[in-house]
Structures are given as structure tokens and as C-alpha cells.
């Protein structure tokens, strides 16, 4: 099949960079590695992954059983900004409170209670997307390089103390009966990066990588053409240059809705 016009890539953050590589636009070392000929070298397809990492505290609450929410997940949120916020930013952190989680341990039959996840709004670290090998059908090498970069411990740590300050503040207090995860006994910063490192999750937010700009290792133009090939633009969340602060579902289809422009005004 040839398009007549442009083909248009919106796999998403994970598989549209392994779709341009699959195609031979990508790292040139990579992709003679699994003998995939180099049509365009753009060593930043795949680069620059980055999520919104997380961890949680996990609070027992005095009634045992609480009734069944009206959804499945966040019953509260809020954002508030870090010690080492830039002044840019209105926000460094986000928190999402569950109140009947976590789910997992319900399945198990395991004690309910209060989950509240701080979440990082502005990570530094960055991970990678790569090929396993030049079949299509074979998943891609996903490091998501999670608080490979300092800073972003450090937010992690301040984010759940704060947590912990809002479950000991009244009239939240009221209903707690203990901090089962990490537990009081997690005090120091170190504790806090152990429970981290040992918990932690992610938002499912991934972006970036196919990135947007002019800088040698960008894969897409302001108009979300792919540099270097003609007919051809990524439109998904892997053009962001930068993660948003917050969820990334609304900014994705405002990149799309824009991109509908783009693609028209164009033809």
C-alpha cells in the first residue's frame, strides 16, 4: 500500500518509536544491529521516555468495611508544590486518594483502608524505548528509568511525608487506625527512597519519545513532521517535549485536535 498524501503514526509513546524504528528511522547502531536498513538516523526515536512515577502510604482504617465507592480509583486529589519547586510551576506534586484500596489486597482477602499516592509531577529522569529484534510482533525493551535522577527522589520522599502530615491532621486522623505501609518506623529520608525503590510505581503517563523541537536528537517539527522523511508525522503523546505537570489524556487530544489543523491546512 502507497499513501497518496501522508501516513500518519499514533501508536502511542511505546509503540510508535518502535513502528518508525521497525521502519528503519531511528538510532543507526540499533537498527543495524538487528539488520534493519537506515533510511533516516534519528538517534532520539525511543529516547527521552518519561512518566510520572509514584509511591503510596497505605492507612488502616477504623471501619473495616467501607461501603463501595462510586468509582474504582482517585475519590480525591490535590496538588501542592514542593521545597524544590521552580517558579515556573504552579505545582510539583499531585496526590490521588483511594479510599478503599488497595484493590489488590481486597482480592486477597487482606485488610482495606486508605491509599494515598504522591505522584511526581515534573520527573528529571528519563528511560528508553528499544527494539528486541527486527520482528513486529516481538514486544519492545521498555527502561523506564525510574528516579535514575536525584531530584526526583527527593520530591518522591517530601511528597509521601506530606501525605503523612494530611493522614495525621484532623478530621482525616479521626477515621485512621495506623500507617501499615511503610509504617511509622519509615523515618529518614533513606527509608523513604528503601520504601520507594521497593513500591513505587507509575501513572501510565509515558511521552516523549518521539519528541518535538529542533535539538539534533528531536524526531518531530512544530508541525509533528518526522525530521528527514517526507509524508509522514507522529501524533500522540510521544511528540511532548516535556511531560505535563498533571495527567496527560486532555494535553494528548488537544496535540491531536491540533494536529486535525495541521493536517488539513496542509492539503
Given at each position: 500500500m ?13 509503540d510508535s518509536p ?7 528511522i ?7 544491529a ?23 502510604l ?43 484500596g488497595?484493590p ?5 482477602g487482606?485488610?482495606r ?14 528511560g528508553r ?16 528509568g ?7 527522589m527527593?520530591v518522591q ?23 501499615r ?8 529520608d ?8 521497593m ?6 503517563h ?6 518535538m523541537?529542533l ?21 500522540d503523546a510521544?511528540?511532548?517535549?516535556q ?11 488537544m ?8 493536517i488539513?491546512?496542509?492539503?
Open positions: 502507497i499513501a497518496r498524501r501522508e501516513v500518519i503514526v499514533s501508536a502511542g509513546a511505546i518502535k513502528l518508525l524504528m521497525l521502519s528503519g531511528g538510532d543507526a547502531a540499533q537498527l543495524k538487528h539488520g534493519i536498513a537506515v533510511r533516516s538516523a534519528l538517534a532520539g526515536v525511543g529516547a527521552h521516555l518519561c512518566d510520572h512515577p509514584t509511591a503510596s497505605f492507612l488502616q482504617v477504623r471501619q473495616p468495611d467501607p461501603p463501595p465507592p462510586p468509582t474504582n480509583y482517585a475519590e480525591a486529589g490535590l496538588f501542592m508544590r514542593s521545597t524544590r519547586c521552580e517558579k515556573e510551576f504552579a505545582a510539583d506534586i499531585q496526590f490521588h486518594v483511594n479510599p478503599f488497595p489488590w489486597a481486597a482480592v486477597d487482606r485488610v483502608g486508605l491509599v494515598m499516592t504522591a505522584l511526581v509531577c515534573r520527573p528529571e529522569s528519563r524505548v528499544t527494539l528486541r529484534s527486527a520482528d513486529a510482533m516481538d514486544p519492545p525493551i521498555i527502561d523506564p525510574y528516579m535514575t535522577h536525584p531530584a526526583d527527593a520522599v517530601e511528597g509521601l511525608r506530606a501525605a503523612r502530615q494530611i493522614a495525621a491532621a484532623m478530621p482525616l486522623k479521626a477515621d485512621i487506625l495506623q500507617e505501609s511503610p509504617g511509622l518506623a519509615c523515618a529518614d533513606a527509608a523513604f527512597a528503601r520504601h520507594v525503590r513500591t513505587g510505581d507509575c501513572m501510565w509515558p511521552v516523549g519519545t518521539c519528541r523541537g535539538e539534533p536528537d528531536a524526531v518531530v517539527d512544530a508541525q509533528l513532521r518526522v525530521h528527514g522523511v517526507r509524508g509522514l508525522r507522529v501524533v510521544s511528540v511532548m517535549p511531560i505535563t505537570s498533571a495527567n496527560t489524556n486532555a494535553p494528548t487530544i496535540i491531536a485536535e491540533k494536529a486535525s489543523d495541521m488539513l491546512s496542509a492539503h
